[in-house]
């Protein structure tokens, strides 16, 4: 695809082919069992906008390039800010919309973590991916318990965090981290007790609930690896990627030292 200047605009805009291919047939690397993809669309509406594009679906995901095809488009804008291609967007489907937009409302939770309710935030930690990879439940959150400071940066206005993101905004708040502790104290975690909250609600609405105390995450963490490493040593390493939970069983934590199922 090529932009008002002969050759396109080098670096701001995704190249003919791949644009091309999109629109015909995507090429994907396809294993035993894989479906094969569905043909190409394009959707003429999107030129008011200043954009081609080209989409496919394979194996019940719809992918869409678009490129600019004139310069200062909304597309074209933020190409130049990335500096070249990038991500433009992501749709997901839910199945409760209205539960979602709730959930949205609503960033923050009271829940009893052993010891009397607990004000807990949600959060984008890595659990929500390693928690469906082991459990294969789709609609996973995790909240933590924050700090007061921490807890005000989460609901901050979309505009301040979009300049926190910001060049100058990093700096800003990489100077205020490099203030801040390194992490906890040699006392901290060799006293410290991390408390977890697991809930589990079926289609029917029956839930199961699970309380966990461990040592301090960081010590947890160090004693964690110790432990599997010490396995994978020994002989017991399952081929693949594996999360603790795969790898040594649901009930692996609770053979670390400190750790203990809390009753209700």
Known sequence: ??????GGWPGRCFPPDLLRGARTHA????APGHCRPRP??????????????????????????????????????????QGGRGGYMAIFDCGDLAALRQRNGAPSMRLDLGDGPT???????????????STGIPNIEVFMAMPHEARSMVAMPMLVKKFLGS?????????????????????????????????????????????LRTHEAYRLTAESAVEIGARVLNGDA?????????????????????SVLIEN
């Open 40 to 81: 190409g669309h394009h959707d003429p509406a999107v030129g008011k906008y200043g954009l081609d594009n080209g989409g496919t679906a394979v194996n019940g995901t719809f992918f869409e390039v678009v490129a600019p095809n004139r310069r200062d488009t909304a597309v074209d804008r933020f190409l130049a800010r």
């Open 119 to 133: 004000e807990v935030t949600a959060t984008t930690w890595g659990d929500v991916y390693t928690a469906w990879t």
């Open 167 to 211: 060049r100058w905004g990093r700096k800003l708040v990489e100077r205020r981290l490099q203030a801040m502790p390194a992490g906890p104290s040699d006392a901290a975690r060799a006293t410290g007790q991390a408390r977890i909250f697991g809930r589990a609600t079926n289609a029917a609405g029956r839930s199961v609930e699970l309380r």
């Open 27 to 30: 090429r994907a690397a396809r």
């Open 238 to 258: 399952p081929v693949g990627y594996q999360t603790p939970a795969m790898a040594y069983g649901p009930e692996f934590v609770l053979a670390l030292d400190g």
């Open 1 to 6: 695809m090529s932009g008002p200047d002969a």
